[in-house]
């Protein structure tokens, strides 16, 4: 799916994937939107394209808290040396605590596009 069809932003936000029926180890979330999450393992993971996974995903920003939440891959990416998957987050546990989190990194983000503008302002006193 392209950006145009996106129906919602995606935000560039770190964070842990623990998915332990895809792989032992956690993958790094690279970003995240309220349909979904792009994944990334450093080694190739082998991904059941019909399996509905429970995952854990905690933030970096938020690292005392998790989301429990069922995710559904939509597509994978390897190349021999990593995985990247595209997830479509499906209505679980922690689903509406996870919108509650992506609504504050969109207000964080509409609030560093207004300190740029206001860093490129100019203010001149004319006497």
């Known amino acids: 799916m392209n950006s145009k069809e996106r129906h919602s932003q995606r935000f560039e936000d770190m964070g842990r994937f623990f998915a332990p029926d895809l792989c032992a180890l956690p993958g790094i979330v690279e970003n995240i939107s309220r349909e979904g999450c792009k994944i990334r393992y450093q080694f190739p993971v082998t991904v ?53 989190y992506i609504n504050q990194l969109e207000e964080d983000s509409t609030a560093d596009d207004i300190d740029i503008q206001l860093s490129d302002s100019v203010c001149q006193i004319i006497k």
Do not use: M, N
């Open 48 to 100: 059941d394209v019909d399996y509905d996974y429970d995952v854990k995903i905690t933030f970096a920003r938020a690292a005392s808290d998790s989301f429990q939440l069922v995710c559904h891959p939509q597509w994978v990416r390897e190349d021999g040396k990593f995985t990247e998957i595209g997830f479509k987050i499906l209505p679980s546990t922690d689903y509406s605590r996870l919108a509650v």
